[in-house]
């Protein structure tokens, strides 16, 4: 069974570094593409970026292009998502979703809450 | 980029046939896919490709494709339909994903 485990919720004060975590199991880690996905209180999906635990090969949407950065760590099938100073505005849910080679998103992590808040 | 239109929310009647719509410029080209969100939970897909069904998806569920407009249609809505739909679609090598529509089963 393909499982996504997220870390545990966030709270974090405007201008701290925060980086949460993703591991995949029941599946090759390394030949599926891992994405993650944000959702803000109340508000839809939307699309972050996403890495190739293979070979690290990354994209990122416009939106998040240098405001997070994604990583793997193929060795323990672990994917993460960091910011290096956190603003009021990126309290969300933030889901790992693993990408199919159609490029739609065949298993979700359980999300993980980041609140950011002085 | 590329932008995905549905419509904020949509009602059924129990046991009828829901539909909702997803718009995007000559979006019949490209392969849509769509996800089931209920109030606090991840999101499940519940069709890939246009009209396909993941295992586990019930027959009710299916997708249609062409010109401007994709369509994901519900028959015989239960209230366990009740949640947040999203459309999907890969372009220029990023996620699009439509703006959500909250279905309503009376």
């Known amino acids: 069974e393909v499982q996504l485990v997220q870390s545990g919720a966030e709270v974090k004060k405007p201008g701290e570094s925060l980086k949460i975590s993703c591991k995949g199991s029941?599946?090759?880690?390394?030949?599926?593409?891992i994405g993650w996905v944000r959702q803000m209180p109340g508000k839809g999906l939307e699309w972050m970026g996403l890495i190739y635990p293979g070979d690290s090969d990354s994209t990122y949407s416009p939106s998040f292009q240098g405001q997070v950065t994604i990583s793997a760590d193929k060795s323990i099938s672990t994917a993460y998502l960091q910011w290096s100073s956190l603003k009021a505005s990126d309290t969300a849910m933030y889901y790992c979703?693993?990408?199919?080679?159609?490029?739609?998103?065949?298993?979700w992590g359980q999300g993980t809450l980041v609140t950011v808040s002085s | 980029s590329y932008e995905l239109t549905q419509p904020l929310s949509v009602s059924v009647a129990l046991g009828q046939t829901a539909r909702i719509t997803c718009g995007g410029n000559?979006?019949?080209?490209?392969?849509v896919h769509w996800y089931q969100q209920k109030p606090g939970q991840a999101p499940v897909l519940v069709i890939y490709?246009?009209?396909n069904r993941p295992s586990g998806i019930p027959e009710r569920f299916s997708g249609s494709n062409s010109g401007n407009t994709a369509t994901l249609t519900i028959s015989r809505a239960q209230d366990g339909d009740e949640a947040d739909y999203y459309c999907q679609v890969w372009d220029s090598s990023t996620v699009a994903f439509g703006g959500g529509t909250k279905l309503t089963v009376l």
């Open positions: 490709r246009d009209n």
């Open positions: 000559n979006i019949g080209r490209k392969n």
């Open positions: 029941g599946y090759s880690f390394t030949t599926y593409w």
């Open positions: 979703a693993r990408h199919n080679s159609g490029y739609y998103i065949d298993s």
